[in-house]
């Protein structure tokens, strides 16, 4: 069994930045966020290779947001900046083992709680 556990979450005006941790309890698993805004389905967001740090991008987000990870702390961040009140939303990091539908929420095994993300216009 794996927890995540993350943090940085909160209030931010449009323009402004937050940055998002997730610290897993074991290792060698792909990483992603997820979002999921109310009443909406949950959504890809990005995600990342433990290994190789070969990242993948929604087209929402790329250009404005980066995935990154610290193997020797066992988390992965999401910086994001350029943050629009359509990215309000509560965010999810998820981890698992597949390399196949790697946008698909279905395929990861283990979730976090869910960390709050609200940007004012």
């Known amino acids: 069994q794996v927890q995540l556990v993350e943090s940085g979450g909160g209030l931010v005006q449009a323009g402004g930045s937050l940055r998002l941790s997730c610290t897993a309890s074991?290792?060698?698993?792909?990483m992603a966020w997820f979002r999921q805004a109310p009443g909406k389905e949950r959504d890809f967001v990005a995600t990342?290779?433990?290994?190789?740090?070969?990242?993948v991008y929604a087209g929402s987000v790329k250009g404005r947001f980066t995935i990154s990870r610290d193997n020797s702390k066992n988390t992965v961040y999401l910086q994001m900046n350029g943050l629009k009140p359509e990215d309000t939303a509560v965010y999810y990091c998820?981890?698992?083992?597949?390399?196949?539908?790697?946008?698909?929420?279905?395929?990861?095994?283990?979730w976090g709680q869910g960390t709050q993300v609200t940007v004012s216009s």
């Open positions: 998820a981890a698992g083992n597949s390399n196949t539908n790697i946008g698909s929420p279905i395929i990861y095994d283990y």
């Open positions: 990342i290779t433990w290994a190789g740090g070969y990242t």
């Open positions: 074991g290792r060698n698993y792909r």
